[in-house]
């Protein structure tokens, strides 16, 4: 019976997810898989997501910041200047108006720091515990320059792979918070727009391929690139940016930080000796912690990681997400 | 107490949603407020919206169909021919994967009847009781021809105010459903896409603005138009186009259809000396009851009724409407 009906896991964005979008979404719309942000025509690209992240306020961002981080993430992970925002919120009956307001005003202070403008939006109102507080929907509009051409067609055996920074805040942020676990200081998340960043690794010419690593981890995108593009890859354990707090979060409840949310950080394939990348990415300060995590191989197919001690361990793609509505 | 939380009045399109744009959403985000879609660059017009109505699937519709036609909707009001659709599930868990599926198909079959493609797309599960089935979000991309500008600020005196059929077909359809009124046959929604009566109206060049009555009615459009022109309306009861079906809910219950939601009738503010329009839109099948309901007038300002007996009766603005859900 499990199979005819919605789980948490059908919104985990891990395999069952994919096997959703394979059997309902696929057979109907046609949609692109792998890439987050479309181009559609004169050289405009487009992305929407939903957002239904519970606490609606975590340390280090709200449901406001990250529904205007995560749209202008996904359409700055294609190379495009993202430039306007649609917004809907769903709000369930009772929900106080001071939130609302304080949500809506982080809605317009990130979009004003990313540099993208809010032009239009719709508000519905359901009953109580028909929604849990709010739900908010963004749409993206942005815009590619003509040089900007990324695609997973493009990674080759031998690209590096780098992520910008310390992976698997912003789940411990929600884990500490929903779970009351009083880390003291509290984990903040990673929430932030990346598409500055973005521009700044474009200048090289080196990028050929990014995508933010949200729900399902950097071990989900990696598997999603080994299956497009055929090629093997390696991740180096010892490399991995993960802070401290997480690793201790990680130990204590079994959890891995390959497979957490992040929402301010980007996986990038780039071009072999690309020291001067990562040089111009630290500068940047929500690339300060910048790593090369791995590399793509010909030699065999699949993803995996070389352990600390030298073994090599699979990095499969997970059926599910322990955690639901991280985003 | 009851001015600190939101209620399911702040979502009706009324007098509330027009407060807590002005009191929230103005006071960050600078959006226009009387037209639903929004012109950014390049002759592009983009808009959002939220659809959460219950029952999900209802005689003339479900979700899936009236979250396109919606939004295609709103995108036609301004003139431009809607091209994109982006769209984001939000999916309660426990929720039928036929069902889901069901909706899915309708997305698209409307879509396509519509001329325009799904081109990307989002899904969030949350537990059960913290949604009621799936709400949908879509936005539409839409673009003007050259030739069209269609505003507010083009209204005159003497403007003739048409629309394109029977009002509160929607309305009447949701609530025979929801409160079980078995009215035999079930009255059925207007639910359409209106993009291609719109195209057959423009072809006049008399067409000074468009708007769907879809939430607070034609009433409320109405009021919008007269405070944003500073002219006065008046409405003859008599000509405005409404079932027997619908006639007898309202007496039923005591409700109006000038203010009951429409999903598929627009209002047209057009030239005088306008037969031709009306006559091409009769020729469209979503414009064969096609009338002219009233007129502008420098005379006055505010919206009247001229009754059948010849009184004159104020269309107010409602503060609420008595119907939540319904879109």
């Known amino acids: 019976m499990k199979n005819d009906i919605i789980t948490l896991g059908h919104g985990s964005g891990a395999g069952l997810t994919k096997k959703l979008i394979t059997d309902v979404f696929d057979k ?15 050289r405009m690209v487009v992305s929407t997501d939903a957002h239904v992240v519970q606490p609606i306020f975590f340390p280090g961002g709200d449901i406001g910041k990250l529904s205007v981080t995560g749209t202008v993430n996904d359409v700055s992970m294609s190379g495009a200047i993202p430039k306007y925002i649609l917004i809907t919120y769903i709000i369930e009956e009772g929900f106080s108006i001071k939130e609302l307001k304080m949500i809506t005003e982080s809605v317009q202070k990130t979009a004003e720091k990313a540099g993208v403008k809010i032009i239009a939006g719709d508000t519905k109102v359901v009953e109580k515990s ?26 080759k055996a031998g690209d590096k792979i780098v992520v910008n920074g310390n992976l698997g805040d ?67 354990e010892e490399a991995l940016p993960i802070s401290a707090n997480v690793e201790a979060i990680c130990s204590l409840l079994g959890l891995d930080a390959l497979y957490m949310a992040n929402e301010g950080k980007l996986i990038g394939f780039i071009a072999p000796e690309s020291e001067d990348v990562i040089s111009e990415m630290k500068k940047n300060v929500l690339g300060e912690k910048s790593a090369v995590i791995g590399e793509t191989t010909d030699k065999f197919t699949g993803v995996y990681l070389r352990t600390s001690i030298g073994g090599m361990r699979p990095l499969l793609m997970l059926e599910s997400d322990p955690l639901p509505r991280i985003c």
């Open 130 to 155: 028909k929604a849990d507080g709010i739900y908010i929907t963004t749409t993206g509009i942005g815009f590619l320059s003509d040089k900007v051409e990324l695609s997973s067609a493009k990674i």
């Open 170 to 236: 912003h789940t411990v942020a929600i884990i500490n918070e929903r779970q009351k676990l009083e880390l003291d200081p509290p984990p903040k998340s990673d929430c932030a727009a990346l598409n500055k960043l973005v521009q700044v690794m474009l200048k090289s010419g080196k990028v050929r391929f990014l995508r933010d690593a949200t729900r399902g981890g950097v071990a989900t995108i990696l598997n999603e690139v080994a299956e497009e593009t055929g090629l093997g890859i390696i991740i180096n």
């Open 28 to 42: 109907n719309f046609n949609l692109p898989t792998l890439d987050d942000g479309v181009e559609i025509e004169n």
